[in-house]
Nanobody
């Protein structure tokens, strides 16, 4: 079973930036697509960005396109989410998981954007 640990969240003003990291344990990380998901209060969890196993192709939700960048380092079993030009509507708990996601989710990392 792969264990995923998210980090890097925090409180930031609108227009600011954060970089999230997700460290994975287990040898299958490098052969699977990964995604960053988020869940805002009262809303369903949504996929915001995804990256193929080799990192050659990315997907972004329309709401974050042009502001967020997903990347991965298979040598470190880590996936990143660089977030810029943050908006209050980006406030959510951010999770990483495979794409499609496994049933087990980590604790996530809270991102709060103040106006």
């Amino acid at each position: 079973q792969v264990h995923l640990v998210e980090s890097g969240g925090g409180l930031v003003q609108a227009g600011g930036s954060l970089r999230l990291s997700c460290a994975a344990s287990g040898s299958i990380f490098s052969i699977r697509a990964m995604g960053w998901y988020r869940q805002a209060p009262g809303k369903q969890r949504e996929l915001v960005a995804a990256i193929t196993s080799g990192g050659s192709r990315n997907y972004y939700a329309d709401s974050v396109k042009g502001r967020f960048t997903i990347s991965r380092d298979n040598g470190k079993d880590t996936v990143y989410l660089q977030m810029t030009s943050l908006k209050p509507e980006d406030t959510a708990v951010y999770y990483c998981n495979f794409r499609p996601p496994d049933e087990n989710w980590g604790q996530g990392t809270q991102v709060t954007v103040s106006s």
